[in-house]
């Protein structure tokens, strides 16, 4: 586990590299093949794991990832979501994630 300035400076002196070794994706939605279209390409997946469910929402919903009730905050999230669709990346097909923070649940759901 390392901060972002952590992560660059191992990436830069060759402590870590950046492509993973294995990657294993973890769904509770397993579906037909082919899943079109798909976001990562099978050849890049090693491990399939399927769960009942990803997460604990009582957990995970806590601290920073808190949603906020400030209403600054909603207010910014609403503006900072008018600005992202106002551009011209902003169509059908667009691939959006958003932080942890309680700002970017609301923007989120925005979207």
């Given at each position: 586990?390392?901060s972002h300035?952590?992560?660059?400076?191992?990436i830069?002196?060759?402590?870590?590299?950046?492509?993973?070794?294995k990657?294993?994706?973890?769904?509770g939605c397993?579906?037909?093949f082919?899943?079109?279209?798909?976001h990562?390409?099978?050849?890049?997946?090693?491990?399939?794991?399927?769960?009942?469910?990803?997460?604990?929402?009582?957990?995970?919903?806590?601290?920073?990832a808190k949603p906020?009730?400030?209403?600054?905050?909603l207010?910014?999230?609403?503006?900072?979501?008018?600005?992202?669709?106002?551009?011209?990346?902003f169509?059908?097909?667009?691939?959006?994630?958003?932080g942890?923070?309680?700002l970017t649940?609301p923007?989120?759901?925005?979207?």
């Amino acid at each position: 586990m390392r901060s972002h300035g952590g992560r660059v400076r191992a990436i830069i002196t060759g402590e870590a590299h950046i492509h993973a070794d294995k990657v294993a994706a973890i769904t509770g939605c397993l579906v037909p093949f082919p899943n079109y279209p798909a976001h990562i390409p099978m050849q890049r997946v090693d491990y399939i794991c399927v769960v009942d469910e990803i997460g604990d929402p009582a957990k995970i919903a806590t601290g920073a990832a808190k949603p906020t009730t400030d209403q600054r905050k909603l207010l910014m999230a609403e503006y900072c979501t008018q600005v992202v669709a106002n551009t011209p990346y902003f169509k059908d097909g667009l691939s959006y994630q958003t932080g942890v923070g309680g700002l970017t649940k609301p923007m989120g759901n925005l979207f």
